[in-house]
């Protein structure tokens, strides 16, 4: 549970600390007031990246040089407080509990992001959907994320090598090598880890929408195999791998792999992206999101926090309930420009600042 959130020239905060206490926040204000920065600085603190830039830098208040971030956390009673120091000149730094580190393994909080504008998901390209399962999939087993990281090393590096064109055969040898292991321990893991999400996410859309709309969700890759078997697979990417070596040298890239896959959704046996309406892709995307809370929450033993921002007002009444209903039992944080009944828990961002309302 979050304790304390305090930024200092954060974007537009130039100097805000709040204290929580877990269960439903709601957070109010007018348009541009700083919501969606403030559940940014949550994600930050928790995740070490933003979910709205790449460009570390945009954070930092545009009239200072420096910005701060720090979360206080308690979990089963034990406090936890991770801090970072933003430079506009240097690189950034990390502490947790006072002590300065290199990487925040032991940050276990989890956090899951519903903002309804972002349609990317279901609309656009394959790495927007890689990416989401690639965030679930490193988020429930290390091992995936060891592989992804692996076989996206060896990616680069080999994608180097081609480049150079005049590249030492053996050392090839080598990364192709590097990338056939990792890279069929990564199909191997979506496609088992996916059944489980297809699933959840199926009986997740047939609620919301009524007991209308039916999910599949199909893996979508060049290397084609009959079982979710890994020598099967290992030797299914091998064959396809072998037989592309040569459009690769070409190509000066690695044309094969799952760096190039994608999933699709079919709802109601149709490919949601070229067919869904509108809302149907809403609907959609809410139940990915809610599907991941869930196995997030199986996976972890624990539950994620939940970011929703301005979610509400773009719901119909029933999709509302069933979202108030379900967030219930987690601790998150809701921004909206109305105030809303279902929660008591109510704070006004205003002018860089809050209040209790
Ligand atoms: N680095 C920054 N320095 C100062 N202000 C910033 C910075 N980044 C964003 N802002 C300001 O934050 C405001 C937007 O905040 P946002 O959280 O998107 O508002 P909303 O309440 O609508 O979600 C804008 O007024 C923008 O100018
Ligand atoms: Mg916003």
């Excluded at 995936?144 to 050392?171: F, M, V």
């Excluded at 890279?183 to 088992?192: E, K």
């Amino acid at each position: 549970m979050i304790k304390r959130v305090k930024l200092i020239n954060y974007r537009n905060f130039l100097d805000f600390d709040i204290e929580l206490s877990g269960g439903n926040l709601f957070i109010l204000g007018e348009n541009a007031a700083g919501k969606t920065n403030f559940l940014e600085s949550i994600y930050y603190g928790i995740k070490s990246r933003s979910f709205r830039t790449h460009r570390e830098r945009e954070i930092i208040n545009l009239r200072r040089n420096q910005a701060y971030i720090g979360l206080e956390f308690v979990d089963k009673g034990m406090h936890k407080r991770v801090e970072y120091l933003l430079d506009r000149n240097k690189k950034k730094r990390v502490k947790l509990n006072g002590k300065e580190v290199r990487s925040l393994r032991d940050i276990k909080e989890e956090v899951v992001v519903f903002s309804p504008d972002d349609l990317s998901l279901v609309k656009g390209a394959p790495e927007n959907r890689r990416r989401f399962f690639d965030d679930l999939f490193s988020s429930i087993d290390s091992e995936y994320q060891y592989a992804l990281n692996s076989y996206n090393r060896a990616l680069l590096q080999r994608n180097n090598i081609l480049k150079e064109g005049t590249g030492d055969p053996n050392l090839l040898k080598v990364f192709d090598f590097e990338l056939l292991k990792h890279g069929s321990a990564v199909l191997f893991m979506r496609n088992s880890f996916l059944v489980r999400m297809e699933e959840i996410s199926r009986s997740i859309l047939w609620e919301l929408s009524g007991e209308r709309e039916n999910l599949k969700i199909v893996y979508c890759s060049d290397i084609c195999f009959n079982n979710i078997d890994e020598d099967e697979i290992y030797e299914a990417f091998k064959c396809e791998f072998y037989k592309n070596k040569e459009r690769d040298m070409i190509f000066k890239s690695t044309t094969t792999g799952p760096h190039r896959d994608d999933y699709i959704f079919y709802v109601e046996d149709k490919d949601s992206r070229s067919y869904s309406s509108q809302g149907q892709q809403r609907t959609l995307s809410l139940a990915l999101l809610l599907a991941k809370t869930e196995f997030l929450t199986i996976k972890t033993g624990s539950k994620p926090i939940l970011l929703l921002d301005d979610v509400f007002s773009e719901l119909d009444e029933a999709r509302r309930n069933y979202l108030i209903e379900y967030i219930r039992g987690f601790e998150s944080f809701i921004t909206g420009t109305e105030r809303p009944e279902f929660v008591d828990n109510i704070i006004l961002i205003e002018n860089g600042n809050w209040r209790n309302l």
